[in-house]
């Protein structure tokens, strides 16, 4: 694909006749850390001759090793493309278009790899919006708002208590400071791009904040109740246009290219494999750097408001890599997905249900049993504004307790009106799938999985366990969540730390040595690999379903579902690992004799390994918190005591 927008800076393409028996070979060298000294140009200094001998040493002990692999000499697949850039990015959501944006405004050459259009994602099904302190002069986000939407006594401090509260203190602080102080900044780079948020003639800040669950004042800059798709029509445009970045869509990364480092330290990540949905192409992508911003795993689960691309796969390719993954077992179910029962997702296959998002409680809603009775103030002080995790948990009891399958969620103190013009989105889904009007109908609703508060564990620069592999967005564990997210913090999480990991990134590309980048072209591929009879898929194969796929999925939708839910315990968690442990070794048995036989067993084997992390996470937490509930482990002293004082406090190992 020719980078959109022409330029000569833009990512260089090879087309390569690679012999299917040529031998891999690896530099594996190590890039030097931006710390070296560097010429006035920003050039590294020249490498000695001593760490030239060390690349080379180990570009023939890992030749010699992949001469024998299966997936040596005839196995190895051709790559038709070899595209070369500075940042490799996986994923077009938020995070991802703002990684690559940055980058490619530094100069870098940026390629976005991402496995449906770019703008099909979670994010652009967000609603809520951006949990950023506007009023606050300290935050850079403009003047104190003291007429209007904004609360003249909300700060940053008091974000940053609000995130800590909702996580169970069991965040990062560090993180979640960074984050809710440098917010304000990337909401004032949206509007200079193009992003129109719902606007108030009476504030200082000219928007218009609402509140929600867990926020202690009105924070949350939106786009009516649309803000995902608004900020996603911007990025899309922008990057399309950019002549430094390069678009791949509906190419589905297979697996991370690593490499040993010269100093037999571990691996490094110089890009990935990928094959073309479209036309069956096998595509690799090497790079100085990789970020991985794939988004969250929400499929693993039968019912979920992710989209159905939500399979986990950069979590999974990451893991299979070797870089540290965290806290998987913090999902969060969102309490107020629209219950359809016409639309349920079936086991085994793909789907999404609709959200009914937060800001429609933060305006005053009330949730309510089959008896009509508003519960959650018995539940929690806060009652419906309770952080997502309680409010969840208090919905499920309720089910439990009267027997239902849902609750309801009572907006009819709205006007018709004020109902179109602040939530014309969730008002005209209702209508049509349910033939209900919200400021009219109580709305039935039912939690269902939402959002990954763990994954791959980065620093607060994106920089994983793998040198030369970030992590930034949902598929990230940058410690900003803790045990629970709070709301709106999700798109804040991705705006910040996708700029900063260039920022990180522009040094350490620098270092990164010819030699790696050639090892990398013909080094061999990882697990996930096509048979070369079967390199072109085509649109036929890569979409007329897999039945042994689906059946997998399903398993594994079950199991996540009856093992590891809203409410779990040891004994389940044990047998859950079992059942996860045989799903996974009948892939990889399939895999290893003949190789992937479609797109669907591939997310099969994603799903089933990010599932794993997820059970086993649970089955090795100590104590509950947040989003994790295990009725055999309950929370310790510490943790209630901490909650309960909103204070922050030291967690030991015993509470991990």
């Known amino acids: 694909m020719e980078p959109a927008g022409g330029g000569g800076a833009s990512p260089s393409v090879v087309v390569t006749a690679r012999s299917p028996n040529r031998e891999a070979t690896a530099a594996g060298g190590k890039p030097r850390p931006s710390s070296e000294p560097k010429t006035k140009s920003g050039r590294v200094a020249s490498h000695s001759q001593r760490k030239a001998k060390a690349r080379r040493s180990v570009a023939q002990k890992y030749k010699s090793g992949l001469s024998s692999s299966r997936h040596g000499g005839g196995n190895a697949p051709p790559f038709e493309v070899v595209q070369e850039c500075d940042v490799l990015v996986l994923g077009s959501g938020v995070a991802g278009m703002t990684c690559a944006l940055e980058a490619a405004e530094a100069g870098l050459r940026a390629a976005i790899v991402t496995k449906a259009e770019a703008s099909e994602g979670s994010t652009k099904y967000a609603q809520g919006g951006v949990a950023a302190v506007m009023t606050d002069p300290g935050s850079g986000g403009g003047p104190v708002d003291r007429r209007g939407a904004g609360d003249p006594r909300d700060s940053v401090s008091r974000h940053v208590e609000d995130t800590m509260s909702a996580g169970c203190f069991l965040n990062d602080r560090e993180a979640v400071e960074i984050m809710c102080r440098e917010g304000p900044a990337q909401v004032d780079m949206l509007r200079k791009i193009g992003v129109t948020f719902t606007e108030d003639a009476g504030s200082a800040t000219g928007l218009h904040l609402v509140r929600e669950g867990g926020h202690s ?79 969250g795993c929400g499929q693993i689960y039968p019912s979920t408001t992710n989209p159905v691309v939500a399979t986990g796969d950069g979590i999974a390719m990451a893991a299979r890599a070797g870089a540290a993954v965290e806290d998987m077992e913090f999902i969060q179910f969102h309490p107020t997905s629209l219950y359809d029962p016409a639309r349920r997702c079936s086991l085994g296959a793909l789907g999404s249900v609709f959200l009914v998002s937060e800001a429609v409680r933060g305006a005053g809603a009330t949730l309510r049993n089959l008896a009509g009775e508003a519960f959650m103030a018995g539940y929690d002080p806060r009652g419906d504004l309770a952080p997502r995790d309680v409010v969840a948990r208090g919905i499920y009891d309720q089910m439990r307790l009267h027997g239902g399958d849902h609750v309801y969620l009572d907006a009819t103190h709205l006007s018709r009106e004020r109902a179109e013009e602040e939530f014309p989105h969730i008002s005209r889904n209702v209508r049509e799938r349910l033939g209900l009007e919200i400021s009219q109908d109580w709305i039935p ?28 967005g949902e598929a990230a564990r940058t410690g900003v969540h803790g045990a629970n997210r709070l709301a709106s913090n999700s798109l804040l999480e991705g705006l910040v730390f996708g700029r900063r990991s260039v920022l990180n990134a522009i040094d350490y590309v620098v270092g990164v040595h010819p030699l790696d980048l050639e090892a990398a072209t013909h080094a061999c591929p990882g697990p996930l690999t096509f048979p070369r009879e079967a390199q072109h898929l085509g649109v036929a194969t890569a979409s007329a379903g897999d039945a042994e796929a689906a059946d997998l999925v399903q398993r594994i939708q079950r199991t996540m579902w009856s093992r590891c839910g809203i409410l779990r315990n040891d004994k389940d968690l044990a047998a859950g690992l079992r059942e996860l442990e045989a799903i996974t ?49 309950p929370p310790t002293a510490r943790q209630l005591a901490t909650a309960a004082s909103r204070e922050p406090a030291a967690v030991g190992a015993a509470d991990k």
């Open 445 to 472: 609703v039912v939690p269902a999985q939402h959002y990954a508060c763990g994954g791959i564990l980065t620093n607060t620069e994106g920089e994983t366990t793998v040198r030369g592999l970030y992590a930034i």
């Open 217 to 295: 004042h009105s924070r949350v800059v939106h786009a009516a109740d649309a803000t995902g798709a608004a900020m996603m029509r911007a990025l899309v445009k922008r990057a399309a246009q950019h002549p430094n970045l390069s678009l791949h869509e509906n190419h589905f990364a297979l697996d991370l290219l690593t490499m040993p480092l010269a100093n037999g330290e571990g691996v490094g990540c110089y890009g990935c494999d990928a094959i073309c949905a479209e036309t069956g192409d096998h595509c690799r992508f090497v790079s100085k750097c990789t970020v991985v911003a794939t988004g």
């Open 585 to 633: 070794r009948e892939i990889e048995v399939e895999l290893k004799e003949s190789g992937c036989r479609s797109l669907e067993q591939a997310e099969a084997l994603n799903m089933a390994t990010v599932a794993s992390l997820v059970m086993s996470g649970a089955a090795e937490r100590k104590a509950s918190a947040g989003l994790h509930h295990n009725v055999d482990k």
